[in-house]
Antibody, heavy 117, light 108 residues
Framework: QVQLVQSGAEVKKPGASVKVSCKAS????????ISWVRQAPGQGLEWMGW????????KYAQKLQDRVSMTTDTSSSTVYMELRTLTSDDTAVYYC??????????WGQGTLVTVSS | DIQMTQSPSSLSASVGDRVTITCRAS??????LNWYQQKPGKAPKLLIY???SLKSGVPSRFSGSGSGTDFTLTISSLQPEDFATYYC??????????FGGGTKVEIK
């Protein structure tokens, strides 16, 4: 069965960076891209960006493109999302999700990132 | 950028009610519209893709319609497990995606 398993919760200070991992299993890793979506407390879903697990190509949301990086490790079927220069506005649950054509069909369990001094 | 506007932002309904949620795109997106259900503390779950196709395993009381800029999600007979927040999402600009603001369905 398709599974996306994310790394655990993080607490970071303002100005720091965070790196969240997403390990895929149950399908051919390089056949599907991975999107990252975040959700601030009590708020809606915000698409952050996408990475091709086939060739590492990326596309980032304009508002985050200066601070976010996504990478892929095909040897371990894992995708990473790094967000730099954190502020309290980055406090959110971060989800990785498999992008199948024009839909997101499987999601990770979410990783809570808390930014607090 | 394409903006997605859902209405209403919340609604109260009773078990057995017919519920309709609308989603409007700021520009033409053909049928590149998906609907998700999210329960508290859980990841979203795909319900409808390509505007009107029901994902396997999703109950048939859920249906979607629309194309172009205007779309609807209908729950024909609301069940207790359907109380959740629903999001539309455009994939016309895939891999870049945009979500609507969400509609919270609460118990009356």
């Amino acid at each position: 069965q398709v599974q996306l398993v994310q790394s655990g919760a993080e607490v970071k200070k303002p100005g720091a960076s965070v790196k969240v991992s997403c390990k895929a299993s149950g399908y051919t890793f390089t056949d599907y891209g991975i999107s990252w979506v975040r959700q601030a407390p009590g708020q809606g879903l915000e698409w952050m960006g996408w990475i091709s697990t086939y060739n590492g190509n990326t596309k980032y949301a304009q508002k985050l493109q200066d601070r976010v990086s996504m990478t892929t490790d095909t040897s371990s079927s894992t995708v990473y999302m790094e967000l730099r220069t954190l502020t309290s506005d980055d406090t959110a649950v971060y989800y990785c999700a498999r992008e199948e054509g024009t839909m997101v069909d499987y999601w990770g369990q979410g990783t809570l990132v808390t930014v607090s001094s | 950028d394409i903006q997605m506007t859902q209405s209403p932002s919340s609604l109260s309904a009773s078990v057995g009610d017919r519920v309709t949620i609308t989603c409007r795109a700021s520009q033409y997106i053909s049928s590149y519209l998906n609907w998700y259900q999210q329960k508290p503390g859980k990841a979203p779950k795909l319900l409808i893709y390509a505007a009107s196709s029901l994902k396997s395993g999703v109950p048939s009381r859920f249906s979607g319609s629309g194309s172009g800029t205007d779309f609807t999600l209908t729950i024909s007979s609301l069940q207790p497990e359907d109380f959740a927040t629903y999001y539309c999402q455009q994939s016309y600009t895939t891999p870049a995606l945009t979500f609507g603001g969400g509609t919270k369905v609460e118990i009356k």
